[in-house]
């Protein structure tokens, strides 16, 4: 995960039906009785995958906000990921999408990170409740996320260009040469000439 | 610490005189016999503070090729810096400096990171060991890292600017308002009303 899908504000709205799941163990994922992800309160203690500055799938426009993501894993998951090469159920990733400036106090180029949190996205493998094993939930970070609908340009963009299991792993660069290692890279992946050559 | 000393390329080749120690405990920074500091393999699963693009403190040049910083702090002194709003003794961060990249898989704007590792800096409080309490360090990430002489220009830096015991809190955003909670933030940070109004 790591690009904001265009259509979120737009389907923010949209009700998801899903019943109410009491969590099989305490790391797994929390949901309400809404369906809505419970962010969790503890994942700037996680680990660190990576973070990029106004990444985005489009060319064009944007030019003048910047933002960073930054993204981080249940320890658990990122654990199972150094054995295997990919994601273990109830894998649960939080990207964090925070201001970005320029001047202040000595900085006088390029971009830090403010205090300013500009919302969140999570995407969590829970195979026993989504088809496909995955799903996408959106949010501002202080309150549940709503679960993006499966028919939004995330899923299908994930699924036909994530490097290991839906997931952007191209640009997580701890995580690539231990994916290309263990072969656990997609074949959607690696047809795909320009991804294989990114984070090269 | 998020700035790279300019002058750390000029100074690694300088001697540095000091006696191999032997750590307090597990937790605590470990020195090879001549003095440079061993980095800490497993940091990538320490705490993340935040990451920037290009900083500098200075207005001018670099702009054909871009850098991320990461910075990680032992997970020990993140915890004590939530209940006091400062450093511990033997607090270790870590600076990792990633090549930064625009275009490769899906991805056509902004700028993500790189698997290409460009360094690493060390900041260490070691209040027994260093006049002043803290020490930098800097290497490639792969082998021991020698100390930067307490002349160069990052120690002068951070101690007229760091927002909390000569760090550069005011760029990490997690932290800023703790330490304003906790009134650490030190007076030269305090009297710096550029340095106040970063990061808000």
Request: with cysteine; proline share 5%.
């Amino acid at each position: 995960m790591k690009f904001r899908c265009a259509v979120v504000m737009a389907v923010l709205a949209v009700t998801v039906a899903a019943a109410a799941a009491v969590p099989a163990s305490a790391a797994a994922p929390v949901y309400d009785a809404d369906g809505r992800l419970i962010p969790p309160s503890d994942y700037r203690e996680w680990i660190f995958l990576s973070s990029g500055l106004d990444m985005s799938y489009r060319a064009r426009g944007g030019d003048d906000m910047h933002m960073f993501d930054n993204v981080f894993v249940k320890p658990e998951a990122y654990r199972a990921f150094q054995d295997t090469g990919t994601w273990p159920d109830q894998t649960v990733l939080v990207m964090e999408v925070r201001g970005a400036r320029s001047k202040g106090s000595i900085n006088k180029r390029g971009q830090f990170q403010t205090t300013e949190g500009m919302g969140m996205e999570l995407h969590v493998k829970d195979t026993a409740r989504f088809a496909g094993g995955w799903a996408f939930f959106a949010g501002d970070g202080n309150g549940p996320a709503a679960q993006i609908p499966f028919q939004a340009e995330c899923y299908s963009c994930h699924r036909e260009h994530g490097a290991v299991d839906t997931t952007f792993v191209q640009f997580y660069p701890t995580l690539l040469p231990l994916a290309e290692k263990k072969g656990t890279l997609s074949a959607a992946y690696l047809k795909d000439k320009d991804g294989a050559e990114a984070a090269k």
